[in-house]
C-alpha cells in the first residue's frame, strides 16, 4: 500500500523496531489479558502479541471483531525469536480491522476436494497452495531465462485458429464471423515452425486448450505449454535439447524454492538425480518390455498412462521414449528413413509416476510426404495451404516439443493432480470459480 508498512518476509530489516503490517489474520487465540495472532500477508505468516497494557483501547477492543482471514493493520515493534517460525514476533502497540470477515467456509480440518475447489478462489490463500504458486512462477521464470540466455525468440502464437494442431476428436470451437468455426488453439506449433524459418530458434508459451473427454490426474482442457522450433536441428539434437532443459528447471527451482518444496514436504533427493543424460528406449523396445512384463500391448498402440508407469518405474531420471509409429501420432511428424512405420518423435516421461511431461519430434519436412498425411488423416487442406508453404520456400530441417506446464509443476511439486498446480483449473466437469 506504501512504502511505511514491512512485508513479514522482510521483517528481519525491521528488527528491534516499530513498523507497519497489513495482512490477514490465519489464526487467533487470546485469554482475557493478551492475545496472540497469526498475521499472513502473502509473504509469509508472523505472530502478532497483542497485550492488554500496551495497547489503546480501540484496539483491544477491535480484538473482539476479529475471524479466520479478518484483514487487519498491525503496528509493532518487530523482536527477534528464534523459536518463532521465520525467526520474528511482533509485539502490538496498535491494531485496526480493515475487513471483517464472515464465518470462513475453509476450517483447519478435511475438507473434500470438490468442496476445496468450489472455494479455489480462497483456497488460494493457503500455505501449501500458495507455495505451489511459487514454485510455479519460478518453473515460468525459469522457462523464459533458459531460452533468453540461448538466444531464442519468443513468439507469440494465436489462440483462435483456423487449423487443427493436433487432432480433430479435441478441439473447442466457436463461431466466427462470416468466416465460419474458429478453434482454440491445441498447440501454437505449426505457427512457430513459420516463425523459426523467420528467426531460427524460437518459442511460444501460453494457454492451449483441449476438448479431452478424460477426467483423469493430469487432464485440464486448459493448460500452459510452452514450445521451442528450432531450425536445423534434428531429433537427436531436440531429445539433447530438452534434457537439458527439463535439469535447468528442476534445478533452478531446489536453487531458488527450497522453502516451498519445504511447505508442501517434497522430498528433494529425486529431484536432485535429474541432470543430463536422461535414459532412452525405442519405442519398439518399450512394447517389448511392456509384453516381456506381462502387457498385452500391440506394436502401433500409443502408450497409455499405465504403460507409462511400468516404463518408469525403478528409474530415478526421466525417460525419453522415441521413435513411435505413425498411427500413434499426429500428421506433422517426419517419417523414420530408417523404418517408415515409425515417425522422429520422442515423448518424456517423468520419473515418480507422473508420465509424459513433453511431446516431441522432428517435422516432416518433405512437401509431398506432408501433404499425404495431412490427406490420409482427412484434415481439410486448404486449412494447411501456408503450413505447406513453409515446405515450398526453401524447406529446412527442424524439430521442436511442447512441455506441459502443469504436469511439470506437479511434478516438482509431488502434487498428485493438475488441478491444484493452476490457479484456476478447467476440467471437464468445472468451469468455475
Ligand atoms: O504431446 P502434445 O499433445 O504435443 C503437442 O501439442 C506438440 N504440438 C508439441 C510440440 O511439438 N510443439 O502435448 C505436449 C505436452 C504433453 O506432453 C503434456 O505435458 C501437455 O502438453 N499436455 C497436457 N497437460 C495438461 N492437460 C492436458 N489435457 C494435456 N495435453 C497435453
Ligand atoms: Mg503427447
Not at 528488527?15 to 489464526?27: N, Y
Not at 514476533?89 to 491494531?95: F, G, H, M, Q, Y
Not at 474458429?182 to 512457430?192: I, R, S
Not at 515409425?342 to 508420465?355: I, M, R, S
Request: charged fraction near 25%; hydrophobic fraction near 40%; proline fraction near 4%.
Amino acid at each position: 500500500m506504501n512504502a511505511l508498512h514491512t512485508s513479514v518476509r522482510d521483517l528481519a530489516s525491521k528488527a528491534g523496531q516499530e513498523t507497519a503490517l497489513l495482512g490477514w489474520i490465519s489464526q487467533f487465540r487470546s485469554s482475557g489479558k493478551i492475545a496472540f495472532l497469526g498475521l499472513r500477508d502473502g509473504t509469509g505468516t508472523v505472530q502478532v502479541v497483542v497485550a492488554r497494557n500496551e495497547v489503546d483501547d480501540d484496539s483491544w477492543d477491535s480484538i473482539a471483531d476479529l475471524a479466520l482471514e479478518t484483514s487487519v493493520r498491525v503496528t509493532g515493534s518487530v523482536r527477534q525469536d528464534d523459536r518463532a517460525p521465520g525467526g520474528y514476533e511482533v509485539t502490538a502497540s496498535s491494531l485496526e480491522v480493515l475487513g471483517t470477515a464472515d464465518e470462513y467456509p475453509i476450517q483447519p480440518k478435511e475438507h473434500g476436494v470438490d468442496f476445496l475447489l468450489n472455494h479455489r478462489h480462497l483456497w488460494l490463500r493457503h500455505g501449501r497452495q500458495a507455495a505451489i504458486m511459487r514454485v510455479r512462477d519460478e518453473v515460468v521464470k525459469a522457462i523464459r531465462d533458459f531460452f533468453y540466455d540461448r538466444d531464442f525468440v519468443l513468439v507469440d502464437s494465436p489462440i483462435l485458429t483456423g487449423a487443427i494442431g493436433e487432432s480433430a476428436g479435441t478441439l473447442f470451437s466457436t463461431e466466427y464471423f462470416d468466416l465460419g468455426t474458429a478453434y482454440l488453439a491445441q498447440t501454437g506449433q505449426l505457427y512457430v515452425e513459420a516463425a523459426a524459418a523467420a528467426l531460427g530458434k524460437v518459442y511460444c508459451f501460453g494457454p492451449t486448450f483441449r476438448a479431452e473427454k478424460s477426467k483423469t490426474r493430469r487432464h485440464l482442457t486448459e493448460f500452459w505449454m510452452v514450445e521451442p522450433e528450432v531450425a536445423w536441428l534434428d531429433s537427436e539434437g531436440n531429445m539433447l535439447l530438452q534434457e537439458e532443459f527439463v535439469s535447468f528447471i528442476v534445478q533452478r527451482v531446489l536453487e531458488r524454492r527450497r522453502s516451498d518444496l519445504d511447505i508442501l514436504e517434497r522430498d528433494v533427493a529425486p529431484l536432485e538425480a535429474i541432470a543430463p543424460p536422461f535414459d532412452r528406449m525405442s519405442y519398439t523396445e518399450a512394447v517389448d518390455a511392456l509384453r516381456a512384463g506381462g502387457s498385452d500391448i500391440e506394436w502401433g498402440a500409443d502408450l497409455g498412462a499405465e504403460h507409462e508407469t511400468v516404463l518408469t518405474e525403478g528409474r530415478q531420471k526421466p525417460l525419453f521414449v522415441y521413435d513411435y509409429p505413425v498411427e500413434a501420432k499426429a500428421f506433422y511428424m517426419k517419417e523414420n528413413p530408417e523404418d517408415p512405420r515409425t515417425v522422429k518423435c520422442n515423448d518424456l516421461l517423468a520419473p515418480e509416476g507422473y508420465g509424459e511431461i513433453i511431446g516431441g519430434s522432428q517435422r516432416e519436412d518433405d512437401y509431398d510426404r506432408l501433404l499425404a498425411r495431412i490427406r490420409e488423416e482427412g484434415l481439410p487442406e486448404r486449412a494447411y495451404d501456408w503450413y505447406l508453404d513453409l515446405r515450398r520456400y526453401g524447406t529446412f530441417p527442424h524439430s521442436g516439443f511442447g512441455l506441459g506446464l502443469e504436469r511439470t509443476v506437479a511434478w516438482i511439486c509431488g502434487a498428485p493432480h493438475l488441478r491444484e498446480v493452476i490457479a484456476f483449473p478447467r476440467m471437464m466437469t468445472r468451469l468455475t470459480p
